[in-house]
């Protein structure tokens, strides 16, 4: 199982970014990804989830109504398209793909355990987005 991160880098503050997360080698039917974000010095953050079978989606309280997570079935991704960046979303950031889970994966989703980083799978590298004038 393979997640590459794609679509960082500079952009002005009040503007809007989509990160790419591009899934390969997973065979099971059902699997989520998960958003963080990392800054130096503190722990990674959960930022918003979507799993590949129905869609279900779980997202922080701090990006409610700003950002979104979507799906691209097709080509095995998933976005997440960031508006009105400020410089305090200046970070790394992950995406990682859970394959396994030790109950329903709905379930999983709906109790927001899809953003705690312990209990996430595989992980990509990360991208850099930087937010600055």
């Known amino acids: 199982v393979q997640a590459v991160e794609s679509g960082g880098g500079l952009v002005r503050p009040g503007g809007s970014r989509t990160l790419s997360c591009q899934v390969s080698g997973v065979s099971h039917p059902v699997w989520v990804v998960s958003w963080f974000r990392q800054t130096p010095g503190k722990e990674r953050e959960g930022i918003a989830c979507v799993s590949r079978g129905d869609g279900a989606e779980y997202y922080a309280d701090f990006v409610k109504g700003r950002w979104m997570i979507s799906r691209d079935n097709p080509n095995d991704a998933v976005e997440l398209r960031m508006a009105d960046l400020s410089p305090q979303d200046t970070a790394v950031y992950y995406c990682?793909?859970?394959?396994?889970?030790?109950?329903?994966?709905?379930?999983?989703?709906?109790?927001?355990?899809?953003?705690?980083?312990?209990?996430?799978?595989?992980w990509g590298q990360g991208t850099q987005v930087t937010v600055s004038s």
């Open positions: 990682a793909v859970t394959t396994q889970f030790s109950f329903s994966p709905n379930v999983w989703v709906a109790w927001g355990s899809c953003l705690r980083p312990a209990e996430v799978g595989t």
